[in-house]
DNA sequence: TATAATGTTAGACT
DNA sequence: AAGTCTAACATTAT
């Protein structure tokens, strides 16, 4: 479910109230997460994020990392015991309680000392260099749009925003990332920052679940122009927007305004 | 009932 | 060896 600017709003959210915070409890609902030792006792330092990773890190120089793949959602209630459905986590500080809900059980948590996490290769918020962007791709002949994605490469670029991307640069996403053109290289990086940074002032995405830490809905949805509008109307030419499958995932285009 | 869903990755194949 | 593709993970909704 969360791309970029899904776990920059949480991040941002978070900010504002887990630093300082005490860990009182965690409780594991789904063994899939496996054993999270060493926190409880220890405080909130800093929240940051690592592409689609939140970090959450704490004294004693720890950091606990959360990824919410698929269906993960983060939830901050203020006193009582919330029981959700689908609760796997349940993180309890003095100021409330942090819950992760996870339907299909993809998320992971994992907890590793503070610096052992890699460093990203490129995060977009900070500005994307397309002559970076050119170089990484010029070997590659794998689809842009799967290239956009690799996580690797780009941290932080989803199904949604990659499909946005591509439609807002003109270029269709079935082209070899290798035969890119330095200005199509340009374009690309100019609106993987502005996609993404609007994304993130609407506070996410909303098409089915997402919702923030407080479970209030983005509204990102009201700029999608090709995204799961397959057969309606591009509003850029008139034509159709089509759906084709690229890496077992579905990819939304136009294919006369994207070449 | 079959398909697809905002993600990643192990293993197979080139 | 390195790049790319496919299936799998677990569950719900259409």
């Known amino acids: 479910m969360p791309e970029l600017p899904e776990v920059e709003t949480l991040c941002r959210q978070l900010k504002t109230i887990l630093p300082g915070e005490e860990i009182l409890r965690i409780e594991i609902l789904d063994a899939r997460l496996g054993k999270i030792e060493g926190l409880v006792g220890r405080r909130v330092e800093a929240v940051k994020r690592r592409g689609k990773f939140l970090q959450i890190c704490i004294s004693g120089g720890l950091t606990a990392e959360l990824h919410l793949r698929m269906s993960g959602r983060l939830f901050w209630q203020k006193g009582g015991v919330p029981v959700f459905a689908y609760s796997r986590l349940v993180i309890a500080f003095p100021a409330g309680t942090l819950i992760l ?86 374009k690309v990086a100019k609106m993987s920052v502005a996609i993404l940074e609007r994304a993130v002032a609407c506070r996410g995405t909303t098409v089915s679940d997402w919702r923030d830490l407080f479970g209030c809905g983005g509204t990102n949805q009201d700029h999608l122009a090709v995204y799961a509008r397959k057969g309606e109307i591009c509003r850029r030419c008139g034509g159709r927007i089509e759906r084709i499958t690229q890496g077992g995932r579905g990819t939304w285009f136009c294919p006369s305004c994207q070449q």
């Open 101 to 186: 809900i996870d339907p299909r059980r993809f998320a992971t948590f994992t907890v590793q000392p503070l610096e052992s996490t890699p460093a990203l290769v490129e995060d977009p918020l900070g500005g994307l260099s397309a002559h970076r962007l050119r170089e990484i791709a010029r070997t590659r002949r794998l689809p842009v749009k799967s290239f956009l994605m690799d996580q690797r490469l780009i941290a932080g670029i989803g199904n949604i925003y990659a499909c946005e991307i591509l439609f807002a640069a003109g270029i269709d996403p079935r082209r070899p990332s290798s035969g890119l053109s330095p200005v199509e290289w340009r």
